[in-house]
């Protein structure tokens, strides 16, 4: 509704005078975080091409904005990264007149999250138990070979830590930002299909019983949101963005790696 009330109060104030173009897209992106250098232990294994549910893959682009949104975003004291916001600012059309001297229209946009700033990026290889291949060789007397087979079908969900206002906005950019940072395939929820399979062998020796569990793998993401009152701004011939009312919260999610699966062998004497 935000949105839409917005866009109308523009349109309808500016419909007489000449449009400024809002579609060319600036050429400089925002910086990329920095990567950080995960070791992905050898009990952690990629089962995209195994699985039997085909997970979609989450591409998410990054939003350039028009030359207009980026004269606005950098008029803004605090930075906006917002890919919603920016999406609304580069569907706007705010025309320009040389006779606008003295004109001045202050058109509030909402409450948004405003921009992600993470602080902490820590995987978790067994955030969540998938499956557990089990067999009994006591009474055997070669060892006995098992590998992964998943069970049942399981849904793994993320999210984030605490309740917080605007969460599709905030899950979105802190996702953007651990993508970016781990260079892994992340996603709020992930499904392993029934019946996937490894070749990986795990021998259980005579007398033994033999324990493979399967985890799904995770990570930790935790930073800030900062969030604030949206104004546009026309003074003039000028056009510019004010921020009020700055709050910071801070958040934290869990954020499934998408189409992998963390094992773990135990054997033992007694049923566990």
């Known amino acids: 509704m935000r949105k839409i009330i917005s866009l109308i109060s523009i349109i309808f104030m500016f419909t007489f005078l000449p449009l400024v173009n809002a579609e060319k897209p600036k050429g400089e992106s925002p910086a990329t975080p920095v990567k950080q250098s995960f070791t992905v232990p050898n009990s952690v294994l990629n089962i995209a091409k195994d699985n039997t549910y085909p997970n979609a893959t989450l591409d ?31 569907e706007t059309s705010v025309n320009s007149t040389p006779f606008a001297i003295g004109y001045r229209a202050i058109i509030y946009l909402g409450q948004w999250p405003l921009n992600y700033e993470s602080i902490e990026t820590a995987p978790n290889w067994e955030y969540q138990k998938v499956n557990t291949n089990y067999f009994d ?11 992964y087979v ?12 605490a309740k917080i206002s605007d969460t599709e906005d905030v899950q979105k950019m802190m996702l953007m930002k651990a993508s970016q940072k781990t260079d892994l395939p992340l996603a709020f929820e992930t499904i392993i299909g029934g019946g ?19 985890f799904a793998p995770a990570i930790n993401e935790k930073g800030k949101v900062t969030f604030g009152e ?11 963005i004010l921020i009020k009312n700055i709050t910071t919260q801070g958040i934290g999610a869990w954020i499934p790696i998408q189409d992998h699966v963390s094992f773990s062998f135990v054997a033992s004497e007694l049923p566990r």
């Open 196 to 214: 996937t399979k490894k070749d990986q062998v795990y021998n259980v020796q005579p007398k033994m019983l033999g324990y493979l569990y399967g």
């Open 230 to 240: 949206v104004y546009l701004m026309l003074k003039g011939g000028k056009k510019m």
């Open 150 to 161: 998943q069970e049942a079908q399981k849904i793994v969900r993320g999210g984030l830590t």
């Open 60 to 90: 998410l682009p990054r939003l350039e904005p028009s030359d207009l949104t980026s004269e606005l975003i950098d008029s803004s004291k605090v930075k906006i990264e917002n890919p919603d916001l920016i999406r609304m600012l580069n």
């Open 137 to 147: 060789n006591r009474g055997g007397k070669a060892p006995y070979q098992i590998h």
